[in-house]
Each structure stands twice: as C-alpha cells, then as structure tokens.
C-alpha cells in the first residue's frame, strides 16, 4: 500500500481538514490546525507530504522520525501541528487496513469510557451561573471557564475580586460535586497567580490552567507552594522535549498536550507515558473539531492517567458549525452522565462526511484570534 494524495479542507468555523488517499483506497483523516493559523499550518502540511508521496503508510513512527528530525529546524506550533495532522490520518488508515481501532494497536483500550467537561461563558465570562446550571443539567459533572479578563503584570484587588465573584457563582450554582476547571489561559502573570490562586482555594477547583504562560514556567515552581489546587498546563507546548523539563521539576499536576498541536498521537502518547511516571495525570486539550477529538480518545483509551477529556460541543468559538455537523455518526460522541465511550470503530472510529466537508469547504474561514489592549494601550495577553 502506498500513499498516493492528499487533500486539505479549511472548514469552518476555524479548523483545517486532512484527507490521504492511498493505492487501497483506503482513506485517513486528520486535524493539523492551530487556532488562528490554519493557512500557515496548510503550507507546512503541504511541504512534509512531499516527502510522504509513494511511502507505505502503515510506517508511522518512521514517518514522524522523517518528518521530525529530517528538518534542521524542527518542533514549534507551525511544524507540530503539521506533523500531528498528518500523524493522525496514518493512524487511521492504519486502523482501517487491519479492520481495528487505533487503541487496540496501541496494546488495547484501558478503559471504556473518559469523563469529559463542557465549556461555559466566553473569552469574557458572563452568566456563567445560569451557563453552569444548563451544561449540568444536560449531564455534565464538570466545567472549565475562562477566570479572569486581562490582567496586567500587577492589577487591582477589584479584578481579583471579579474573578472570585464568578467562582462563587458558579459553585453555588452547581453545588459542591461539580468539578470546575478554571483556565487563566496566559493571561495573567506572576504577582498576580500566587494571589489569584490563593483566593480561589474556598471553591475547591478541579485545577487551575495555565496559571502562567508557558515560557514562564519556571513560575510554577512559587505557585504550587503558594496553594493546594491542582495546576495543569501543557497545550502550548509541542513535543516531549518541551515537556521534560516541566515533568521533572515536579511543580505540575496535570499535563495538557493537544493532539493536533503536539505532534499526533505518536507523540502525545509519548508525553502521556512520561508523565505517568512522574505520577502526573493527562487531560488532553480539545477546542477543536470532529477527528481531533476521536484522536484524543483513541490516546485516553490507553494512557492510564488520563482523567477527563476536553471537548468543544457548544463552545463560544463554534458559531455556525459543531464538532457533530462533519461526521455521519453523531452517536460516537454521545455524553451520558458526563462520560463519552472510546470509539471502537476502525482507525480513528468515526465517519467523515465528506460531502458536507466540502460543501464547507467552499466558505472557509480566516478565524483569528481577537487583540487585546490594557487601558493603557499596551498589548495584553488574550
């Protein structure tokens, strides 16, 4: 079986698509997109596919080898995410060609099913209250919200308060079994965090994310001993080697790797199996599309740390189309009492409607990401 083409969908509302055809007629689907930059993430696909042309798919860690160390240049958001678009669609048509599910390659399923959680409010969170009532009530055991506006270096008491007021809405409205995840998505730095974090504690979050950026992570370290809450970080970070040192240092509880962003399945299962013996526990990120997810299920299905998946039905940034409208079979990702069941069809395990991807196709999008401005007229971190 070789590989014999590839074709490339940029869909809204911000994704991009991976079709490749092989001599079989066998085809894999993947998600190589980061949020903001599909056109960039596109044009590297289409360079590492050169090199893929005429190649036996079902050659996959060699393939990542090539694509990864064959560049002088190599890791990034840009060429990972390529990568893990690419990685994504071998494993499917690896999947399909042995008539098995990508787990059941990867040494079997762990477990049968993973807890998800649903987004809330916005890039601003508003009525979260009554927006953490509704996911619940459709059956959901747990939430993540963005915590805070922006923030600069050092900010008032009355942000902080704000944020807390939010929190404190949100648990009253849920009550006390509810998790909530509460993302600080970069946006707020150092001096603030440790107080931030601090604040939070009465209110028993799930975990706090990305308390600082990433580049920043040597923060972590005055963070963790500055409060209980669980501190999860990880999905702008691309490849095991960025995740070593973070793993090592030991100030991080939960790791989130993205699987189209961190180099595909082949590498986040990886990082998976690194932080498990750390005794660090694995929630991969998923604001994405249809067959990001069912790659992030497919590395949940055999990472024992895994304890929650992330998922993007009904979140702000879906407008006009969901993580639903582009598959066949919408009962793969059926919620029931806030767990999702791993797919178990062949390769990633669920059905792309081609039709529609093209019919979406034909719109496209050029989603990006909003700029922020402190009062001042400096940048702030979205």
Not at 46 to 68: A, C, F, R, T, V
Not at 87 to 92: H, I, N, R, S
Not at 304 to 315: D, K, R, T, Y
Not at 326 to 335: A, L, N
Request: proline fraction near 5%; aromatic fraction near 8%.
């Amino acid at each position: 079986m070789k590989i014999t083409g590839y074709e490339l969908f940029t869909v809204p509302p911000r994704w991009l698509f991976l079709k490749i055809e092989t001599s079989e007629g066998i085809v894999g689907w993947g998600e190589p997109v980061i949020e903001g930059k599909a056109h960039t993430v596109k044009a590297a696909v289409e360079e590492l596919m050169q090199s893929l042309h005429g190649k036996d798919p079902l050659h996959i860690e060699d393939h990542w080898n090539m694509m990864y160390r064959s560049g002088f240049y190599r890791g990034g958001a840009i060429l990972m995410s390529a990568i893990a678009g690419i990685d994504q669609a071998l494993w499917d048509i690896k999947g399909k060609y042995h008539q098995a599910p990508v787990h059941e390659l990867m040494g079997g399923a762990c477990r049968d099913s993973i807890r998800v959680y649903s987004w809330i409010g916005g890039d601003r969170p508003a009525d979260v209250g009554q927006a953490a009532k509704d996911v619940v009530n459709a059956g959901f055991t747990a939430v993540k919200m963005n915590g805070t506006e922006e923030l600069q270096y050092v900010d008032s008491y009355e942000k902080i308060d704000q944020v807390v007021e939010r929190i404190a809405t949100v648990r009253e409205a849920v009550g006390k079994g509810i998790g909530i995840g509460i993302d600080f998505h970069g946006r707020v730095h150092k001096p603030m965090a440790k107080i931030l974090a601090k604040e939070l504690e009465p209110y028993r979050p799930m975990f706090i994310e990305e308390p600082v950026l990433p580049e920043n992570n040597e923060a972590l370290r005055d963070i963790a001993n500055s409060t209980h809450i669980p501190i999860a970080t990880g999905e702008r970070m691309f490849s095991r080697w960025d995740f070593k040192s973070l793993l090592a240092d030991g100030y991080v509880d939960i790791i989130q790797p993205d699987v189209s962003h961190a180099g595909g399945i082949t590498e986040v299962k990886k990082i998976a199996s690194m932080a498990e013996a750390y005794d660090i526990a694995l929630a991969p990120h998923c604001p994405l599309g249809p067959i990001a997810l069912a790659a992030c299920l497919q590395v949940d299905a055999t990472s024992h740390n895994a304890f929650i998946q992330e998922q993007s039905l009904g979140i702000h940034y879906n407008a006009g189309n969901d993580i639903l409208d582009y598959i066949k079979d919408r009962s793969v990702f059926e919620y029931n009492d806030g767990y999702v069941k791993i797919p178990k069809g062949p390769g990633l395990g669920i059905e792309i409607d081609e039709d529609y991807v093209r019919e979406r196709a034909k719109v496209g999008h050029n989603w990006k990401n909003p700029v922020w401005r402190h009062r001042d007229g400096s940048i702030a971190e979205w």
